[in-house]
């Protein structure tokens, strides 16, 4: 298990984050918000592929309106992206926000901050400091040298956090993104050095799901396995329930996330395979869709595996609680390494399923 960077907790409507909390998956709607009926639909949809926050964007006073009733149709805490507008911050937390994310940087006005600071004191809302590298960027109304950014960066969030902790606020998240995966490392790395507050990780504009599923995996990955990183979200230009999946991938991949179906390990298939390996692990993989996770005997989810052939399959798939080792127009099936069965072809879906019974 890895050991996970010690920080202050926050709570964010009834959920927990930072220290030893579970790393919380949240996302995006992308449907307008004042589009109730869809907006809630896909809440929904996020919170059955994993979501426990939903963030929505609240750029109009008719979108926190939508907000506030957005609030009492769904089961999960809300965060009210704001950007600019000290008025709709202050709404969508009167409105019943549970966290509001901003970007201090984009409110000119100090006095605007400290009155939304004073309205999150008041309803009990949390406030995500998110800079980003743009951001610091449009600040300065010039182009900064990549090796300044992060130095920069961390340098307004000390600014902006002194602020809020100037005022009595603590109940902060920060956040620093860029869409470089490797200034992305260096930043948070930077800023969980220097603060105790919950950190939300992202790579921002990472593009289209297959563009953006590597370097994020890689970003969010490198820092987890740190212990850096209380919340995470996955941003791809999709639906946000494939940003969810991804995002839970990556938390599976690292043991920081409990698997709801076993584990599938399927070989790479070359030319010993002696049949369709890729046909055949689609047909488990759908077998296994709505199989409990159970347990092994080292109390890790149970591992099933499919290899093509039986030169290299048995022994490649030893530590897999059973494991389908194809030979031609049959298979072999064993338990924790041990052969226990030979079956045809057509017959080893349900094979598999009687044995996973069995454990
Ligand atoms: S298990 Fe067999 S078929 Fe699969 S990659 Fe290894 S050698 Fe090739």
Sequence with gaps: MLKRRETR????????????APIVIQSMTKVPTIDIARCVKQINQLVRAGCRLVRIAVPTCADTAAFAKI????????????HFSPNRAIEAIEAGAAKVRLNPGNIKNRKDILRIIDAAKMHKTA???????ASIRDLKKQAIPLQERTALM?????????LFENRNFTQLVL???SSDCLRTIEINR?????FNYPIHLGLTHAGLPEDARIPSAITLGTLLAEGI?????????CNPVIETKIAKQILIALGLYERSTPALYVCPTCARAQIDVIKLARQVEKALCGVPVKRGPVNKPLCIAVMGCIVNGPGEAADADLAICAAKNKAYIYRNGRKISVVQENKI?????KELEKL
């Design 175 to 177: 956040s620093a993104k």
């Design 71 to 82: 609030v009492q149709k769904v089961s999960v805490p809300l965060i009210a992206d704001v």
């Design 154 to 162: 961390l340098k307004e969030m000390k600014k902006y956090v002194r």
């Design 127 to 133: 406030i995500r400091i998110g800079i980003n590298e």
């Design 9 to 20: 907790t926050i709570k964010v409507g009834r959920v927990i984050i930072g220290s030893a």
């Design 190 to 194: 930077l800023i969980a050095k220097v």
């Design 229 to 237: 990183g209380d919340t995470i979200r996955v941003s791809a230009a």
């Design 349 to 353: 879906i349900p094979a598999l399923l």
